[in-house]
């Protein structure tokens, strides 16, 4: 009989912020390879027409096999996923990703809002852990992420400016649930990211964070560092590229907070199945 954990339905979690340059891409890269470290299955998909993601693993971003093919139903995808060196398997995005938009309209998409969850059907059970990289938009793109995911990641950054767009997210998010596109999503993570300890309107705002989203924003700050920045430019993940310093510590402790509220969800569930 298969284990209870083998049957275990993978995590999805859409990363999401409409603001750019707030970690998103640098947060699903990093935990992404941080719980396959762990022995976690890990599949990253890339939905940004910037593809970040893509060429952070060193990809091309004009690539030919990419999210965009699968939301057209011109391929599967199993046909675009690669397996990469760190262990995670990665859906590519491509800068074709921009015309997700007109495409639908022109060609009037049916179930335009659930092409990802279709396409995903086939192959989500393999999975623990599956992340999607959303752009800095509301568009078709980002319902497609909201309508498969189980959880919802907010990565943002402690000043003020940055705090302005998160009623935006949590409407939407309201929305998505009272349309029934998916009536069990939830917001399960803000990651505090580009922290800055010795700013004093930081802590200001990190507490603003946690009165707003009592018991979901992250213990771990992720600290402003250059490593994470070069990493980026260097197709590799923060603990191939520099295992022993702060960013890889950060990230590292996040994923292990992850992996600890995985524990205690699962510790409530068998009590509560008795
Ligand atoms: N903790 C950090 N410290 C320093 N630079 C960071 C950190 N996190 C991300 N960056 C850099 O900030 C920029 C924006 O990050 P990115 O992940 O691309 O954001 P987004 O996907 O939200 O647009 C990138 O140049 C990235 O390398
Ligand atoms: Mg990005």
């Given at each position: 009989m298969p284990t209870k954990a083998a049957t275990k339905e993978a995590k999805i979690i859409a990363v999401v912020n409409n603001k750019g340059g707030v970690a998103k891409t640098t947060s699903v890269l990093n935990i992404g390879a941080g719980l396959a470290r762990r022995g976690k299955r890990v599949l990253l998909i890339d939905a940004d027409g910037q593809a970040n993601l893509t060429t952070c693993f060193?990809?091309?971003?004009?690539?030919?096999?990419s999210l965009y093919e699968v939301l057209c139903e011109t391929k599967s995808i199993k046909d675009v996923m690669i397996k990469c060196t760190n262990g995670v398997s990665l859906v590519p995005g491509a800068e074709s990703l921009n015309t997700v938009e007109a495409q639908a309209a022109a060609a009037n998409w049916d179930m335009r809002e659930f092409r990802l969850k279709h396409a995903l059907e086939e192959i989500k059970d393999q999975y623990d852990y599956i992340f999607i990289d959303c752009p800095p938009a509301m568009d078709t793109r980002v319902t497609n992420a909201l309508a498969v995911a189980t959880e919802v990641y907010i990565p943002v950054i402690a000043e003020p400016l940055s705090l302005q767009g998160l009623d935006s997210i949590i409407n939407r998010i309201d929305q998505i649930i009272s349309k029934r596109v998916n009536s069990r999503l939830r917001i399960t993570g803000v990651i505090i990211t580009?922290?800055?300890?010795?700013?004093?309107?930081a802590k200001d705002c990190v507490m603003y964070l946690e009165e707003k989203f009592p018991n979901v924003v992250f213990h771990t700050r992720i600290r402003d560092t250059v490593t994470l920045k070069e990493a980026t430019a260097s197709d590799k993940d923060i603990f191939q590229y520099a295992p022993n310093k702060q960013g890889a510590w950060d990230y590292s402790a996040l994923v292990d907070e992850i992996l600890k509220r995985e524990k205690i969800e699962n510790e409530k569930e068998s009590t509560h199945n008795g």
């Open positions: 060193g990809f091309p971003k004009d690539g030919k096999k580009l922290f800055k300890p010795k700013v004093a309107i």
